[in-house]
């Protein structure tokens, strides 16, 4: 995606992360080292615990409003974000996706941002989301619902590919015209639960 638009625009994309709790940037990658979501900003610190970036901003909030007991297991001297992180020997940190993207199925957690990155490298996939849902005996399933360029996607021949590229099993993948968003931009997973 970032070379498509470089070479259509000409103008480089900078990747940041930035969290509601902090109100701006932890990290910026102006460096321009791919795929990095770069290094903290000026007056962050950050540790990794168990792949979980933790952040110690001055800017941070103190709680969220009427949560107390959400606002115990969140703010304090570091504060957790919910991302999961990797971090080079030059210190530029890749963001993996969140903690709570995965589910367990059959008794093991399923990454499904792996999943899903698989699937946007399948011809003419242009998005795709993972969700997990329990059916009435009460095992897991995975549902996949994908966005194309176009509407001729063979469903058949994705799933092969899906087989052949990822260790879990899809049972279900779904064409949509787009995924439901946050005003934020963030995919609304419980929205596409619920068509399950």
Excluded at 160 to 180: C, F, G, H, M, S
Aim: charged letters at 20%; a negative charge; one cysteine or more.
């Amino acid at each position: 995606l970032y070379d498509a638009w470089k070479n259509k625009t000409g103008i480089g994309l900078q990747n940041l992360l930035g969290n509601s709790e902090t109100c701006c940037v932890i990290t910026n990658n102006s460096a321009g080292v791919p795929n990095s979501i770069g290094v903290p900003v000026a007056g962050h610190e950050i540790k990794i615990i168990d792949d979980q970036l933790w952040i110690k901003s001055p800017s941070a909030g103190l709680c969220y409003w009427h949560d107390k007991e959400w606002s115990a297991k969140q703010f304090g001297e570091w504060m957790p974000t919910g991302d999961r992180v990797t971090q080079d020997n030059q210190g530029y940190l890749y963001h993996q996706g969140r903690i709570g993207d995965s589910i367990k199925v059959n008794g093991s957690f399923v990454d499904t941002v792996n999943i899903e990155n698989a699937m946007l490298k399948y011809p003419g996939i242009v998005e795709a989301a993972v969700v997990g849902s329990q059916d009435a005996i009460g095992h897991t399933r995975l549902k996949a619902f994908v966005v194309a360029e176009h509407a001729s996607i063979d469903m058949q021949d994705l799933g092969k590919y899906l087989r052949q590229n990822t260790t879990e099993t899809v049972r279900d993948i779904q064409l949509v015209a787009q995924l439901p968003r946050t005003e934020n931009g963030k995919i609304q997973r419980y929205k596409l639960r619920e068509q399950m």
